[in-house]
């Protein structure tokens, strides 16, 4: 098992904890405020890249967010290099410095090229005498964090903790601030899906790793055990976060693949429970019952190409091989 994978297997298990003990519900407040917080900020840079704001003001919303959500976020190292930049830059430099690197990248490649370019504006900056090359790991963190409100999902804001923990798994280095970013991106997406954990969950879960934890397999049954009490209940949110779980112990794992499927039935989600029964198939390609199953519910959502094609896979995958002569 490499680096990754064992701390990939650790913080799984701290995520069950974490859920299993409910302590979700100590930052319910907190969580409440950074989510009204995200909402705002999107609004603003969305304002911000299409000229209608200045960067002042998206500094000033983001101190404030800061504020508002009792330093939660956005991460103290964002506030704290937004007040030398603005201080310190010519506004006629910054703005449009700013809308080109705070615009979301499109993919890993495109953001380590906008952070090459960052490393470029500090370099220009640096022979005016405003900035030092000492703020580029800093600047990085700040658009890390302008990606994240643009996408949450999809890129993840920088947490300290976060990365010391990498470093001390060996997974990130202490090399030159873009290839250290680079790295933290990789490896929190990877360990995020890996998990099961989002990426805003995984800084909370590292007190966790110093407890002992349950072995995978517990974790495992005691995730279908509390998947199938939400979906008796008719919790669909409940049982959608266990079912989720469970598969992140075991992927293949049959009862939590068809727990999904009529969880989302039940919460009327009818493609992601498409989705779902097409991941089944994948899995278990001659199964007769997670076929039929993904038939109906192509036919119930008229959907008569997939139908088609999903009759003549089966068919074919089913036809008897002639015997050799």
């Given amino acids: 098992m490499s680096s990754e994978e064992a701390l990939a297997d650790r913080l799984r298990r701290a995520l069950y904890v974490y859920k299993a003990e409910e302590r979700e519900l100590d930052h319910a407040d907190e969580d409440e405020l950074v989510e009204e917080a995200l909402q705002e900020l999107e609004d603003t840079m969305d304002q911000f890249l299409e000229g209608e704001i200045?960067?002042?003001?998206?500094?000033?919303?983001?101190?404030?967010?800061?504020?508002?959500?009792?330093?939660?976020?956005?991460?103290?190292?964002?506030?704290?290099?937004?007040?030398?930049?603005?201080?310190?830059?010519?506004?006629?430099?910054?703005i449009p410095a700013m809308r080109k690197l705070?615009?979301?990248?499109?993919?890993?490649?495109?953001?380590?090229?906008?952070?090459?370019?960052?490393?470029?504006?500090?370099?220009?900056?640096?022979?005016?005498?405003?900035?030092?090359?000492?703020?580029?790991e800093p600047l990085t963190g700040l658009l890390l964090c302008l990606w994240h409100l643009q996408a949450p999902s999809v890129w993840p804001v920088r947490h300290p903790a976060l990365l010391d923990l990498f470093r001390r798994c060996s997974l990130v280095g202490n090399r030159d601030p873009v290839d250290n970013t680079v790295d933290?991106?990789?490896?929190?997406?990877?360990?995020?899906?890996?998990?099961?954990?989002?990426?805003?969950?995984?800084?909370?879960?590292?007190?966790?790793?110093?407890?002992?934890?349950?072995?995978?397999?517990?974790?495992?049954?005691?995730?279908?055990?509390?998947?199938?009490?939400?979906?008796?209940?008719?919790?669909?949110?409940?049982?959608?976060?266990?079912?989720?779980?469970?598969?992140?112990?075991?992927?293949?794992?049959?009862?939590?693949?068809?727990?999904?499927?009529?969880?989302?039935?039940?919460?009327?989600?009818?493609?992601?429970?498409?989705?779902?029964?097409?991941?089944?198939?994948?899995a278990f390609p001659r199964d007769q019952k997670a076929h039929r199953q993904l038939l109906a519910l192509y036919k119930g959502r008229r959907m008569v190409e997939d139908y088609n094609q999903e009759v003549l896979r089966y068919r074919a995958l089913m036809r008897p091989t002639p015997n050799a002569k």
């Fill in 54 to 94: 200045n960067f002042a003001t998206v500094k000033y919303r983001l101190d404030d967010a800061f504020v508002r959500t009792g330093y939660a976020f956005p991460p103290r190292e964002v506030i704290d290099v937004l007040r030398t930049i603005v201080l310190s830059v010519d506004v006629d430099d910054l």
């Fill in 102 to 136: 705070g615009r979301m990248p499109e993919d890993l490649s495109d953001a380590k090229g906008a952070l090459l370019d960052a490393e470029e504006f500090i370099q220009q900056e640096g022979m005016k005498g405003t900035m030092d090359r000492s703020l580029l």
């Fill in 184 to 282: 933290y991106l990789l490896v929190v997406l990877s360990i995020s899906e890996a998990s099961g954990a989002l990426s805003s969950i995984l800084p909370r879960l590292i007190p966790l790793l110093e407890e002992e934890l349950p072995p995978a397999e517990q974790c495992l049954s005691e995730c279908l055990e509390r998947a199938r009490t939400a979906m008796w209940a008719e919790e669909w949110d409940v049982a959608i976060e266990w079912w989720d779980l469970a598969l992140s112990f075991a992927p293949h794992e049959r009862e939590a693949m068809e727990g999904l499927i009529s969880s989302y039935l039940g919460k009327g989600l009818h493609m992601m429970a498409v989705a779902e029964a097409e991941a089944l198939v994948e």
